[in-house]
Structures are given as structure tokens and as C-alpha cells.
């Protein structure tokens, strides 16, 4: 993490008159937040539940545009799949930017970053499974599955509290990182 630029030195990631700077951490957190949600996802639905496989579990994120569709098999099957993983990319990216453009300007501590992007990562699961999933074309799953509470955590955890870190200042990103050692 050393070469990555500095934050600003009097607000959050890259002010917002100079976004080249934000660019590094903008692309971390997204990074880190789609690998640890798609891990854990992995890890429930393939792993534990046995729901889906890898290639399914893509092509489920890729059903909310597809359709059905998305579960063809063959090269149809591994296009989709690759939508889904280009999909998901893109709402973490989005996610991101977003969280950079609203809150990291208001968060300063270390106590407030932690707490800003747990619940900004609950809100995001909120906001997915009542506003995104229903409008989509994917299978309806009820809001409160059997994995509601694991899915609400790993979004606390692994997509807000993430992007939270990448984007808060360095001085506060430095002092979060050294705690959790």
C-alpha cells in the first residue's frame, strides 16, 4: 500500500478538485469489496448451502438483466457468467464512488469511518434486496432468506466497512489498518 498515493492532506481520499489522486483508493475499495462479497458468496452458496457453482452463482447476477437466460450452458453459459462478474465489478465500482462522493467527505476519525461504512454496507444490501432485485429479471428470492443476516453482516463487513478504509484519510486509514494487525 506504501506506493499508492496520499490522501489529501486536509479531507478525505483525493479532494474532490483532484480526483487523480482518488483514483488508486477509489479502485482498491471497489476491488476489495466485490472480492470479499463474491468470496463470501462463495463460500455460502457453493460451499454451504451447495445452491449454486461458480459458474451459476454468476450467472445469477447475470438473470437481473438476462432473464433465465443466464443459466445456459456451454459458451452461452461462461458469456453469462462473465456478465455477471462484470456486473458485479460495476456495482462495486458504483457503490464506491458513491460512498466517496457522499460520505467520505464528512467522516474524520477512525471511530467514524469504521461506523460510516458498516452501515453504509448494510444500507447497500438493503437497498439491492428491496429496490435492485426486485426490478430485475432474476429468480425472487424473499427478502428475508434463510441467509438475510449473513448477507446483511458480510456487506457491513466485507463491502462497506472496505471501501470505507480505502477511502478515509490516510492518517485515520493508517491508524485503522495498524488496530487490526
Request: net charge positive.
Amino acid at each position: 500500500m506504501r506506493n499508492l498515493p496520499h490522501a489529501h492532506p486536509h479531507g478525505h481520499v483525493g479532494s474532490h478538485a483532484d480526483t487523480s489522486t482518488a483514483l488508486p483508493w477509489l479502485a482498491v475499495g471497489a476491488l476489495v469489496a466485490a472480492c470479499a462479497d463474491a468470496a463470501f458468496a462463495f463460500v455460502a452458496y457453493v460451499l454451504i448451502d451447495g445452491r449454486y457453482n461458480f459458474e451459476t452463482l454468476l450467472q445469477y447476477i447475470a438473470s437481473g438483466l438476462a432473464g433465465q437466460r443466464a443459466f445456459a450452458t456451454g459458451s452461452a453459459g461462461i458469456g453469462y457468467a462473465a456478465l455477471g462478474f462484470a456486473i458485479h465489478l460495476v456495482l462495486a465500482v458504483a457503490f464506491t464512488g458513491l460512498y466517496w462522493l457522499t460520505v467520505a467527505p464528512r467522516v474524520r476519525s477512525a471511530g467514524s469511518v469504521v461506523v460510516a461504512g458498516l452501515a453504509y454496507g448494510a444500507a447497500i444490501w438493503v437497498f439491492m434486496n428491496a429496490v435492485v432485485l426486485p426490478i430485475g429479471r432474476s429468480t425472487q428470492e424473499s427478502f428475508a432468506n434463510g441467509w438475510w443476516f449473513a448477507f446483511l453482516v458480510d456487506h457491513a463487513l466485507f463491502v462497506g466497512l472496505p471501501i470505507a478504509i480505502a477511502l478515509a484519510p490516510a492518517q485515520v486509514r493508517t491508524q485503522i489498518l495498524r488496530r487490526a494487525q
